[in-house]
């Protein structure tokens, strides 16, 4: 698995998808929170983070994603994981992100559940 | 945070609080909305807030928090509200404690400094019991990764308990155990018996190069923390690491390897050390792997089990296919003939070949080695013996012929001995070629007992090879036993052998089919509880 988390996006609407790729630990989650803030500073009302190509994250990779994940609800806004393996499923829920945050299969389903009726 | 107003203050208070009260009730993060609020309640331009975090300022309002500016903040910080370069600095601070300072540009002329007193004893409130609020979300954050722990060893508990893929056991436990112990790189290695690398998994770090068990030195205690001057001894893979926690796979009798993880991460980016709990979940995370391992290579161990049971079933089965089930009927014979398999299926053979003019062909043989490719073999004599039957016209020529089949289509070098007689009822005579077989006995009317002894060298064993071919006169009574080796080569408890001298005593005047039952039971009580690796075949054939 490649040493650094990779971290791509795609604007649809007002929807932001962003894709990572490896590890989410401090410098993964990082680049996931500096994608997310230039996404929600350009107007992105909410964002879907798809992390099939993620196998581990770690607390600190938590803590960042709570913290986009504030950032998102002070701006009334919504966020959506998808492509999760089980084990970061689980772990999602039991950190509480999934208190806040809807969990969904796939990428197609969190834009749905994001964005319940599309343009 | 109870610390009491100035009670002349109270209406002020009032006015001051639903101001910043409106403006707390905004959108946005709390740090931004404490300096609005500020602005809002005095007028100013504008207003900055700086937290104190960890012993250092934090000026909040850009998108991700930052230090300020060096210089930006006066250091000593002056007692109480102050006022530097035209702006004023309120502290905020509750129980006694400082947790940030507020800066306010341009205040409007004659804005009264007991406002901005009553601002900062406000604010400070607010802020402590946002401070106190996130402590209470750290602590619970703290609660829910120790539960996270917990859950995991619990979960790769029951899904290594079922996985027999190393590989993906072993991605299993490295992922789980740098996740949990908040590592930035780890690697996994697992040793065959031999202490040969069996495979390597690594995240975060350039592996260097592949080590067998004895590059992971690791301490007589198994575990090494922190120690980035041991790492190279300790055989750590890991490019670059700075701090290590390393822990042995250990399963009964050896190392079957090794999991380590290095450099702990903070969130503010520092290298922390591993803590005495990442330790030993480390090592909670290797006793499981170690279980999972032992699973797996027994699960190997019965799957080549089972294999080798299955092809031993399918050696008997061609075995069955080629004997005889009956013995012919052969005017002035009586004949009886019985193999005995053992559970190693060797490559015993007999067989028989009604000729013209009443006469008999038979063999008895024993081809090399076991299982399926002794079975093979065995299949192949059977086909080039009744292929080759009609075309010679001496024994010897048959063996010849069989001997040149076995070299030209036998797979690998294998051999055969064989007892091959062809007897003419009428007269008696027996013509045979024993190759490299085992001493047939002849037991006489009289009782005596002679011995045949082979005529050449074993079939397929040496290129080229010839084989004498020899007769004898069987009398009315007179009786032949060609027997395998399994016979004579029985071995007791004591590792005796069941011998030819017992063999030939059961050589008595009785029937065939009754001396048969009788060598096989004196075998079998011989025997006793022993294995035997070898089949038992006995021919007999009476001159009546």
């Known amino acids: 698995m490649s040493e650094s988390c990779k971290v791509s996006s795609e604007r649809r609407g007002d929807v932001a998808i962003l894709w990572t790729d490896g590890y989410i630990n401090n410098q993964g989650g990082e680049e996931i929170a500096r994608e997310a803030y230039s996404q929600l500073d350009q107007g992105a009302r909410a964002l879907v983070l798809n992390l099939e190509k993620t196998r581990i994250v770690n607390s600190i990779g938590i803590s960042i994603l709570i913290e986009v994940l504030e950032k998102v609800m002070d701006r009334k806004g919504a966020l959506a994981f998808c ?37 | 945070m109870t610390s009491p107003a100035p009670p002349s203050s109270a209406a002020r208070l009032d006015e001051i609080w639903k101001r910043v009260e409106a403006a707390l009730g905004t959108d946005g993060p709390l740090p931004a909305r404490v300096a609005q609020a500020a602005a809002i309640a005095t007028g100013a331009r504008d207003a900055t807030l700086y937290l104190r975090e960890k012993d250092a300022w934090v000026r909040t309002g850009e998108t991700v928090p930052a230090p300020p500016p060096a210089g930006e903040i006066p250091d000593p910080l002056p007692e109480g509200i102050f006022v530097r370069d035209g702006n004023l600095w ?192 480390l090592a ?39 004997l005889p089930r009956d013995v012919p009927t052969v005017a002035g014979l009586e004949i009886a003939a019985r193999n005995r398999p053992t559970r190693q299926v060797g490559g015993d053979y007999f067989d028989f070949f009604p000729l013209s003019g009443g006469r008999l062909a038979f063999l008895v043989a024993d081809v090399s080695g076991k299982g399926v490719p002794a079975a093979l073999l065995v299949s192949t004599v059977h086909a080039a013996v009744h292929l080759q039957i009609d075309e010679a016209k001496t024994v010897a020529e048959l063996v010849g012929r069989i001997d040149r089949h076995l070299q030209k289509y036998a797979a690998t070098r294998k051999f055969l001995t064989c007892f091959f007689g062809l007897i003419e009822p009428e007269s ?117």
């Not at chain 2, 999972?292 to 061609?318: M, N, P, S, V, Y």
């Not at chain 2, 005529?455 to 007179?478: C, K, Q, Y």
């Not at chain 2, 029937?511 to 006793?528: N, Q």
Request: glycine fraction near 8%.
């Open chain 2, 428 to 544: 008696g005579t027996l013509r045979y070629v024993s190759a490299g077989h085992n001493p047939a006995l002849l037991r006489r009317s009289s009782g005596a007992v002679e011995q045949i002894k082979a005529t050449g060298v074993p079939i397929g064993m040496f290129p080229n090879a010839a084989w004498r071919e020899e007769s004898v006169v069987l009398e009315h009574g007179d009786e032949l036993c060609v027997y395998s080796d399994g016979i004579t080569e029985a071995l007791d408890a004591a590792d005796e052998e069941f011998g030819l001298a017992r063999l030939s005593r059961l050589m008595t005047a009785d029937p065939p089919a009754k001396i048969c039952d009788s060598v096989f039971e004196a075998v079998s009580t011989f025997a006793g509880e022993t294995p035997q690796y070898d089949d038992q075949t006995l021919l007999l054939l009476l001159r009546s």
């Open chain 1, 83 to 119: 492509g999760l393996t089980p084990t970061i499923d689980k772990t999602f829920r039991i950190m509480g992100l999934a208190q806040y945050a809807e969990i969904y299969p796939t990428q197609e389903d969190a834009l749905r559940g994001v964005n319940p009726q599309p343009a």
């Open chain 2, 284 to 322: 909670l995370f290797a006793n499981q792997a170690a279980g999972a391992i032992e699973t797996a290579r027994l699960h190997k161990d019965a799957i080549e089990k089972e294999r080798i049971e299955r092809e031993l079933e399918l050696a008997a089965g061609i075995q069955r296919q080629i």
């Open chain 2, 90 to 281: 309120l502290p905020l601070s509750a129980e006694g404690e400082l947790h940030g300072l507020l800066r306010l540009c341009d205040l409007p002329a004659g804005e009264s400094p007991e406002n901005a007193t009553l601002l900062a004893f406000l604010l400070g409130a607010v802020v402590a019991t946002h401070r106190l609020s996130r402590q209470v979300r750290d602590a619970e954050f703290e609660l829910k990764a120790r539960l996270l722990e917990l859950e995991s060893l619990y979960d790769l508990g029951l899904s290594l308990g079922g996985q027999l893929d190393l590989s993906a056991l072993a991605d299993e436990v490295l992922f789980r155990s740098i996740s949990l112990t908040d590592a930035g790189k780890g690697t996994l290695a697992l040793f065959e018996e031999s202490g040969a690398l069996l495979l390597e998994r690594s995240v975060g770090g350039e592996v260097i190069g592949a080590g067998d068990a004895a590059a992971w030195k690791l301490p007589e205690e198994g575990v090494i923390n922190n120690a980035a001057d041991t790492v190279p001894t300790a055989g750590m893979k890991l490019a670059n690491c700075q701090k290590c926690l390393a822990v042995a796979i250990a399963v009964p009798g050896r190392r079957a390897g090794v999991l380590a993880v290095a450099d702990k991460e903070s969130r503010d980016g520092r290298v922390l050390d591993f803590t005495a709990t990442d330790a030993r979940l």
